[in-house]
C-alpha cells in the first residue's frame, strides 16, 4: 500500500512538471503574437522576434553545467527545479510590464531570458522524470508528462486568448502567468518526490568546467563563421539563395559547428560534457539509437508540418472548422492517444509500444491522403453546437466535415501514443549521473525532423501535389519503423538495463 501511494505521489508530479513545462513555451510563442498584434507591431517584426526561441534548440549545450553543478540545499535536480522556477515567474512578471512599441530591446531581451529559463525547466523536469520513476513506471510516466505538457500549452495558448479579450489587458495575463509558475516554485519546493538514492554530480574542478562551457561557445561560433565563410568564398550570395542553399548551410553548419565546439571543450577541461558523452557512446548501438531518434517520428513530422496550410488553401476549410477541429478537439485527443498509450505500456514492452505505436503513426497518414483524395464534404458532415467550457466558447452552431475529422482525430491520437513511447526510449538511454545532459541532446535530435523538414516539405507539395506529399509522409516513416525492427534486440536490453539498476 505505501508503495502504491508512493507511485501516485511521483505520476502527480510528473503530471504537474509536464504542465509547468508547457506553459511558458506560447508565451513566447503564439500568446506573444497575438500581443504584439493587438498592439500593432508590424508583421515581419513579429516574425523576427520568434527567434527569441532559440534557446529551446540549443539547450545540450548548458545542461552539463546542471549536472554538474548542485544546489547543495535542495538537491541537484530539486534545486535548479526550484531556481528556475522561480526566475520564470520574476522575469515573466517583468515582461507583463514592458511595451514592445516603447522599449523594443528590453522586451526582445527579457522574451530571450524566459525562453532560456524555460528551456532550462525543461532540462531538468527532463532529467528528474528519468531519474525518479521506477522502471516500469516510465511508459505511464510519459503519457502523463504528455498529458500535463499540453495542459500548459492549453492555459498559456487557449485560455490566455480568451483572457486577454475578457480583460482587454495582456499585461494582466502574463501577470496572471508569473502567479502560475510562481505556484510550480512552491509545489516543486514542498511537494516534490526526491529522487531515490541521488547519484551525486562528476567530482571535477569547477573553474575549468565554467572554462570549458565558454570555450564550447567560441567554438560553435566559429564553425558558424568558417562555414558562412566557406560559402561566401564559393560565390554564394546568401540574399539571393534559395531555400535549398539556405538548408544547406544550416545543416553544414552544424555539422562542422558542433564538433568544433565539442573538440574545444575537450581541449579546454569540460570534464562533464566530455565525460557524459563518452559515458552515451560507450553505450553499446550507440550511434544506431541517434539515428532511429532522428527517424522514429520523421513522417509524422513531414505530415504535420504544411497540414494547416492543406486545410486553408488545398482543401479551402474555414479557420473557424480548423480552429475548432485542429486546435481545440486535437489538443484533446493526443491527451487521450498520451494517456491510452501510457495505459497499453503498462503490458507492453517498450519495444511493442514502439512498433505497435510506429506503425499507427504510419497509418495515420492516410487520412490526409484520403482527405486529398476525396475532397471536402466526401463523407458529408455534421453539427456541432454551441457549447461553453470555461476555456473556450463556441457561439453560433457549426458545421463539421466527418472525413477532416476522421483523419484528424486517427493522426492526433496515434500521434500522442508515439510521443509517450519515444518519450520512455529517451529516459532508457539516459545514466542517472548525466541525465540532463543525455536527455538534452536526444531531444535536440529528435527535433531535427520537427525544425528542418518544413522548408523540404514547402518544396515537395509544390512539385508532387498534395495526395502525392501524403504517400511520400507514409514513405518517410518506414525507415523508423525498419531501423526499430532492426534493432529490437538493442531496444530490449536497454529496457531490461533499467528494470535491474532499479531493483539493485
Not at 34 to 53: K, N
Not at 192 to 211: A, F
Not at 324 to 339: D, E, P, S
Not at 404 to 416: D, V
Amino acid at each position: 500500500m505505501f508503495k502504491q501511494i508512493q507511485r501516485l505521489q511521483r505520476l502527480t508530479a510528473i503530471l504537474f512538471l509536464g504542465f509547468a513545462s508547457g506553459l511558458p513555451l506560447a508565451l513566447t510563442g503564439q500568446a506573444m503574437q497575438a500581443w504584439l498584434t493587438t498592439d500593432g507591431v508590424a508583421i515581419a517584426t513579429i516574425g523576427f522576434l520568434a527567434l527569441v526561441g532559440m534557446p529551446y534548440t540549443f539547450k545540450f549545450l548548458w545542461a552539463p553545467l546542471m549536472d554538474r553543478f548542485e544546489p547543495s540545499w535542495l538537491g541537484r535536480r530539486r534545486g535548479w527545479l526550484v531556481l528556475t522556477q522561480l526566475f520564470l515567474a520574476v522575469s515573466i512578471y517583468y515582461l507583463s510590464t514592458i511595451s514592445y512599441t516603447t522599449s523594443p530591446a528590453t522586451f526582445a531581451v527579457i522574451a530571450l531570458l524566459v525562453t532560456f529559463l524555460s528551456a532550462s525547466q525543461d532540462i531538468v523536469i527532463d532529467a528528474y522524470r528519468t531519474d525518479v520513476l521506477e522502471a516500469d513506471e516510465r511508459g505511464i510516466g510519459a503519457s502523463m508528462s504528455v498529458l500535463g505538457y499540453r495542459m500548459g500549452m492549453i492555459l498559456s495558448g487557449g485560455i490566455a486568448l480568451i483572457w486577454a479579450d475578457q480583460w482587454q489587458s495582456w499585461s494582466r495575463v502574463y501577470q496572471m502567468m508569473s502567479g502560475v509558475m510562481l505556484f510550480s516554485a512552491i509545489f516543486s519546493l514542498v511537494f516534490l518526490p526526491t529522487v531515490k538514492s541521488e547519484i551525486k554530480p562528476l567530482n571535477s574542478d569547477p573553474k575549468k568546467e565554467l572554462l570549458g562551457f565558454l570555450a564550447l561557445l567560441l567554438g560553435v561560433l566559429a564553425g558558424v563563421y568558417v562555414t558562412r565563410f566557406a560559402f561566401m568564398a564559393a560565390g554564394i550570395d546568401f540574399a539571393e539563395a534559395s531555400k535549398w542553399v539556405q538548408l544547406a548551410y544550416v545543416l553544414v553548419s552544424l555539422s562542422v559547428a558542433l564538433p568544433m565546439g565539442v573538440k574545444a571543450a575537450q581541449y579546454v577541461g569540460f570534464a562533464t560534457l566530455t565525460q557524459s558523452l563518452s559515458s552515451y557512446f560507450n553505450q553499446k548501438s550507440a550511434w544506431a539509437f541517434l539515428i532511429l531518434i532522428i527517424l522514429y517520428k520523421l513522417g509524422d513530422a513531414f505530415a504535420g508540418s504544411l497540414f494547416t496550410p492543406f486545410l486553408l488553401k488545398g482543401m479551402l476549410f474555414t479557420q473557424i472548422e480548423v480552429g475548432i477541429v485542429n486546435k481545440i478537439i486535437g489538443i484533446w485527443l493526443t491527451i487521450i492517444g498520451a494517456f491510452l498509450a501510457g495505459l497499453l505500456m503498462m503490458r507492453f514492452t517498450l519495444f511493442q509500444a514502439l512498433m505497435s505505436f510506429g506503425v499507427l503513426q504510419l497509418l495515420s497518414n492516410f487520412g490526409f491522403y484520403a482527405l486529398a483524395i476525396l475532397g471536402k464534404g466526401a463523407w458529408g458532415s455534421f453539427t456541432l453546437m454551441p457549447f461553453d467550457l470555461g476555456f473556450v466558447a463556441v457561439t453560433v452552431p457549426t458545421q463539421i466535415d466527418s472525413l477532416l475529422m476522421s483523419a484528424i482525430a486517427l493522426e492526433n491520437i496515434t500521434s500522442g501514443m508515439g510521443t509517450a513511447a519515444f518519450v520512455a526510449l529517451l529516459m532508457s538511454l539516459c545514466s542517472n549521473q548525466f541525465s540532463a545532459t543525455h536527455y538534452a541532446l536526444l531531444s535536440a535530435l529528435a527535433a531535427v525532423g520537427r525544425i528542418y523538414v518544413s522548408p523540404v516539405a514547402g518544396v515537395l507539395s509544390e512539385s508532387l501535389g498534395w495526395p502525392n506529399f501524403f504517400l511520400f509522409s507514409v514513405v518517410t516513416a518506414v525507415p523508423g519503423v525498419v531501423m526499430l525492427w532492426w534493432m529490437r534486440e538493442s531496444v530490449y536490453r536497454i529496457s531490461q538495463k533499467h528494470i535491474e539498476q532499479k531493483s539493485s
